[in-house]
Each structure stands twice: as structure tokens, then as C-alpha cells.
């Protein structure tokens, strides 16, 4: 049993996985949402296990309220009162210019991650502001800094998806500041994860496009994972509504 109980969505892979091993080995419980990869969720969940941490793997797609509400009442009931929210869950859909992109791409990447950071910051907020019983708590959105970059020729739309959450992290912040909940965001740059290929359709982009880094190469999970966590923990406690870059300076 921890004091600090976390949910991780999109825990099952990449960014939120890294970050759910992490927040484990740092002593918290961790419930990690996943979409369909059960398999991969399972894996996660068996690390946090081996860290000494209660772990949680629940089928939640985060651009569903129901869904989101259902993962929240969850946690509660298995693990606690919830004290940190990694909105991480995402994808970009196959690469394409904005006037030829499929709407269901489209629609279903802003869906995750818009609608998803929203319905589960709100969940979250219900729960740990003071204003509502709680004992406070951190959450952490996981932007890009395709929100700056616009990402022309890639994917505009996940891009301003991206501007819509560092809007989200700022004034989120702000409404609870006095609450005690702390909300920020983390901007990564290339990432080595399974996202380029697997959802944009990017075959070997992390290598191709190191050079565009001015650090000449792309970053690793753990190294986003060590801003979230980080902004998470109370050694942030003066830090709010911030958006944290991790991208070797692109
Ligand atoms: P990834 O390796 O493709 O992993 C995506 C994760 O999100 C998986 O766990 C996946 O679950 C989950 N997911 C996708 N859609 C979901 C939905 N609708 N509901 C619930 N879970 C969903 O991606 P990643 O690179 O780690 O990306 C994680 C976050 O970092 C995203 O928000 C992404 O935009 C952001 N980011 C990534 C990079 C990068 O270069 N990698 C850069 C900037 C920002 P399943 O395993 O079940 O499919």
C-alpha cells in the first residue's frame, strides 16, 4: 500500500510505460490505461508489481467519458484516493497533408488526446481538489512540441491538438491553483517510441531524422518519464502551469 496512487494513460507502451516503471520505482501505485494491447498492459503492470508497487491495468479509451469515468471509479475501489494523473494517452494517425487526411484520422486523434486530458483532468480534479474534500494532487499532460513546430506536411491537426492541451495545462492550472493540485505539461521532441512508425507510418524517422535535433539524436522514453515524474513529485511544489520541453533543442 502507497499514500501515492497514480494513473498513467496509454500506460501500456512508449512514453506511458517508461513513466509507469518510473513512478513505481519512485513508490507509487500505478493503474496504466490501455486501448487494445492487453498484452503489452499485462507486462507493465508486472513491472510495477516486481517494484513493490500495487499496479493496475484497466481497457479505457481515454476519448470516452463513460469509459474514463468507469477507469476512475477503478482506481478508487482497487487502489485509493488518487494523488497523480498522467495524461499521456495519444497518436497522430498516418501522416498526410490537412486537405487530403481521412476525417476519421483526424477525428480520432483529437478525440484521445483533447477530449481524453479533459474528461480524465476533470475526473481527477473532482477527486484531489481541497475544494471538493480531496487532499490535492499533480497531473501532467503529455504535449509535443508539435504544438509549436505546427508539424506542416506530418500532421497539422495532432498539432493543434497539442496547442489545445498547453492551453488546457495553463488555465487548468490556474483554476485550481488554490486547490492544491499543481497541473503542468511536458513538450517532447522526437521520441524513440513505437508512435513514428506504428501510428504515423513513419518507417525509420528516429533514424532519419536525428539530424534535425540540434542534439543529433532523439530522446528515450525514460528521459520524458524523468520530466513527468519529476513535475509530479514535490520537489516541483512551486511549479504549475508549465510546459517542460524535452527535446534536445529542436
Ligand atoms: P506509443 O508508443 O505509440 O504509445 C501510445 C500509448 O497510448 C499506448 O499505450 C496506447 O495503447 C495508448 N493509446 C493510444 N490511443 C489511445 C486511446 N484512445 N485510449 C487509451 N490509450 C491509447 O506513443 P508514445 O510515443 O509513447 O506517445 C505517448 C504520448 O507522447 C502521446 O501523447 C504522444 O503524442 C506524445 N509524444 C510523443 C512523441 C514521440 O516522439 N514519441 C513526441 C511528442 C509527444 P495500446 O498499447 O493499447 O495501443
Redesign the pocket.
Known amino acids: 500500500m502507497s499514500d501515492k496512487i497514480a494513473i498513467v494513460?496509454?500506460?501500456?507502451?512508449?512514453?506511458?510505460?517508461a513513466t509507469a516503471r518510473m513512478l513505481a520505482a519512485r513508490g507509487h501505485d500505478v493503474a496504466i490505461?490501455?486501448?487494445?494491447?492487453a498484452d503489452?498492459?499485462a507486462a507493465v503492470v508486472r513491472d510495477i508489481e516486481a517494484a513493490g508497487q500495487r499496479g493496475l491495468a484497466v481497457q479505457?479509451?481515454?476519448?470516452s467519458e463513460s469509459e474514463t469515468e468507469r477507469l476512475f471509479e477503478t482506481v478508487d475501489k482497487k487502489l485509493g484516493t488518487l494523488t497523480a494523473l498522467v495524461n499521456?494517452?495519444?497518436?497522430?494517425g498516418k501522416v498526410d497533408r490537412l486537405d487530403s487526411a481521412p476525417a476519421e484520422t483526424i477525428r480520432t486523434c483529437i478525440d484521445?488526446?483533447v477530449y481524453?486530458t479533459i474528461w480524465a483532468s476533470r475526473a481527477a480534479v473532482r477527486r484531489m481538489s481541497t475544494k471538493f474534500g480531496g487532499k490535492g494532487g499533480a497531473i501532467v499532460n503529455?504535449?509535443?512540441?508539435?504544438s509549436k513546430l505546427g508539424s506542416p506536411n506530418y500532421y497539422v491537426w495532432?498539432a493543434a491538438a497539442?496547442g489545445a492541451i498547453d492551453s488546457l495545462t495553463i488555465g487548468l492550472a490556474k483554476e485550481v491553483v488554490k486547490e492544491g493540485i499543481r497541473v503542468n505539461a511536458v513538450?517532447?521532441?522526437?521520441?524513440?517510441?513505437?508512435?513514428?512508425e506504428?501510428?504515423s507510418g513513419l518507417a525509420g524517422r528516429v533514424e532519419k531524422e536525428a539530424h534535425l535535433v540540434p542534439m543529433g539524436r532523439a530522446g528515450t522514453?525514460e528521459e520524458v518519464a524523468e520530466g513527468i515524474v519529476w513535475l509530479l513529485s514535490d520537489a516541483a511544489s512551486y511549479v504549475t502551469a508549465e510546459i517542460l520541453q524535452i527535446s534536445g533543442a529542436r
Open positions: 494513460t496509454g500506460g501500456s507502451r512508449g512514453i506511458g510505460a490505461s490501455y486501448l487494445s494491447n503489452a498492459a479505457c479509451d481515454a476519448a499521456n494517452a495519444g497518436l497522430t484521445a488526446s481524453g503529455v504535449s509535443s512540441i508539435a495532432y497539442k513538450a517532447p521532441g522526437i521520441i524513440d517510441t513505437d508512435i513514428h506504428v501510428s522514453p
